[in-house]
Every structure is written in structure tokens, then in C-alpha cells.
């Protein structure tokens, strides 16, 4: 709608970030039409990427490091900027590595004074959090759901909760506080080839830190997710 074109424009000349295209103005070309012109970024979405490339468990770390650099420059800034919609085709790589976190449709601005936020925005079942699918208020919390999910499945190469879902699906998951399967038990001997490591090897890596990190990240209750 024209008023998610508005509200993304709006985000988007605020933010001063590396890790976020930069927008340059709003046009109407042709009459009744309106264009955001951005930054062009010459990189691939994590999807593609992985698909294209074997990328080593290090490499798909570095790049979730960027990404949660940006994520945390939005989340600290005055107002904070929660994107609502992270998911692998976001998320683009360059050439040399930097990361870009695009489309600000659904981003909304939260005020110093507020934790959360209640207003509406569509959504991606797939990577949408419990909070989001059942219409509770949704805080940075939610995004750091999101990319954990994507984390999720870069390390392992499975959906966190097998097919993707459908709407119903993912939000009878999400009323029942559905916990993602095990990291490391969801790992499959093609995953593991496919990320430069052996089964038994990224199955120990997922059982520690890591896996952890991710367990914590996609916690049904927000609270118990990082600060």
C-alpha cells in the first residue's frame, strides 16, 4: 500500500549506515506511480548465495556477524528501527564481503519511551515470530527471532520447523510455543558437505556455543531471548 511506500521512505532517510542502501530521494515517474531511488547494491540475497557457493561454517558466520552489526546499529539508534521482515533474500552479499539488510516495507520506527510496538505490518511465516504471528506488540526482540531462524538455517541447511509453513501453520506454531529442532540433529550428511565440514564435526560444533546462540535467539518467549 501507499502507506507502507510512505512509512519505508521515512525509515530509510534516517538511517546513515555501511549495512543499509542509502536512499537518495522518492519520485513519481510516471504520474501516479511513485520510486524509491536507493543505492544500488551489486551482491547476491544469502539464498542464492549459499546455493551457488559451498561456504565454509566460518564464512557463513562472518557473514551473520555483519548482518547483526547492522541490526544492532538500527536497534540502538534514537528512534530504533525494527525491520519485521528479515529473511535470506534481505540480506544481500557483495562481491567482497560486505552485507546489506534491504527492504524497509514493513520496518517500523519505536519510540525512546516504548519497548514495544502493536502496529500491523504483513509478514513472512517462514521467519516471523511468535509475537508477530499472534498480534502481540513486536520490539527488537522479534528481528533478533528472525535472524536466528536464518541462522539456523544457513548452519544447517534445514527449515527450522521442516516445510516452509503456511500462515495457519506457522501460527498454530507459534500459539503452542513450538521450540526449533535441536541444530545439530536437524544437520544432514548433504548440509554438511555443502558447508566444507563432515557430519560428525558440524554436529559437535552445533551442540555447543553455537547451537546454543541460536536456541536462545529463536526462544518462543521473547523474554528469554538476548537482551
Known sequence: SFELFEREAKVLSQLRHAGVPRYHATIEEPP??????????????????TARRRLSQLELRDVLIRALEVLDYLHTRTPAVIHRDLKPSNILVTADGHVK???????????????ATTSAAPLTPAYASPEQLTGRPVS???????????????????????DRPSLLAAIERAMAGTTTVAPDAAITEQAAASRQASL??????LSQDLGTIVRKATAPDEAARYA
Open 32 to 49: 501516479g506511480t511513485f520510486n524509491l531511488v536507493m543505492g544500488y547494491v551489486p551482491g547476491e540475497d544469502l539464498r542464492t548465495l
Open 101 to 115: 539488510v534491504v527492504d524497509f516495507g514493513t520496518a517500523t520506527l519505536l519510540q525512546p519511551e516504548r519497548l
Open 140 to 162: 527488537t526482540a522479534s528481528d533478533q527471532y528472525s535472524l536466528g531462524l536464518v541462522l539456523y538455517e544457513l548452519l544447517t541447511g534445514a527449515a527450522p520447523f521442516g
Open 200 to 205: 560428525g564435526r558440524l554436529r559437535r560444533v
